[in-house]
T-cell receptor, first 108, second 115 residues
Framework: TQLLEQSPQFLSIQEGENLTVYCNSS?????LQWYRQEPGEGPVLLVT?????EVKKLKRLTFQFGDARKDSSLHITAAQPGDTGLYLC????????FGKGTRLHILP | DAGVTQSPTHLIKTRGQQVTLRCSPK?????VSWYQQALGQGPQFIFQ???????QRGNFPDRFSGHQFPNYSSELNVNALLLGDSALYLC??????????????FGSGTRLTVV
């Protein structure tokens, strides 16, 4: 079973700062997804990356997939309070396996 | 277009009791997966249903069982509840495997508290 490790586990920063969170796997991802979950809600899909070295941007969020397809990062530029939430990476195959997530808190 | 609907939203049960949680998938989705999310953790895969059969199963005991109906809706049953079963139970629906870039659409979950 593929294991996903996310770091850091918790992150609290001031509004306007930049941040990066990481997702690493014990094996190669067939494809990788990032979700964001807010309190009392289910996770919402942000992006899917498939090709090694792939970079995708979603407004202030930049997602990178490692060349070897064993790691990924999510970079947020100029964080805003609305970015607060649990960020989950997930391995997508015939089922989806999640990491434990990075809990992000943006202070106004 | 309704997304994934789960019921009930909250539930309190006593140890040893049985519980049934329900899920209606998003229109056009035929695969339903169930996850357990303990406080502060990521969702843990319980099982997945497709064509009314359990297709995949995670590392959960047989006390956890499920069912999928012809209209693609699904139920999760948990017998002999333990305090450790207290969690948010998430249902996710998806299109058939192989549809490009498919992801899961999640419901808002059922918060189960076992006392």
């Amino acid at each position: 079973t593929q294991l996903l490790e996310q770091s850091p586990q918790f992150l609290s920063i001031q509004e306007g700062e930049n941040l990066t969170v990481y997702c690493n796997s014990s094996s190669v991802f067939s494809s990788l997804q990032w979700y964001r979950q807010e309190p009392g809600e289910g996770p919402v899909l942000l992006v899917t990356v498939v090709t090694g070295g792939e970079v995708k941007k979603l407004k202030r969020l930049t997602f990178q997939f490692g060349d070897a397809r064993k790691d990924s990062s999510l970079h947020i530029t100029a964080a805003q309070p609305g970015d607060t939430g649990l960020y989950l990476c997930a391995s997508r195959d015939d089922k989806i396996i999640f990491g434990k997530g990075t809990r992000l808190h943006i202070l106004p | 277009d309704a997304g994934v609907t789960q019921s009930p939203t909250h539930l309190i049960k006593t140890r040893g009791q049985q519980v049934t949680l329900r899920c209606s998938p998003k229109s056009g989705h035929d695969t339903v997966s169930w996850y357990q999310q303990a406080l502060g953790q990521g969702p843990q895969f319980i099982f997945q249903y497709y064509e009314e059969e359990e297709r995949q199963r995670g590392n959960f005991p047989d006390r956890f069982s499920g069912h999928q109906f012809p209209n693609y809706s699904s139920e999760l049953n948990v017998n002999a509840l333990l305090l450790g079963d207290s969690a948010l139970y998430l249902c996710a629906s998806s299109q058939p495997w192989g549809v490009p870039n498919y992801g899961y659409t999640f419901g808002s979950g059922t918060r189960l508290t076992v006392v």
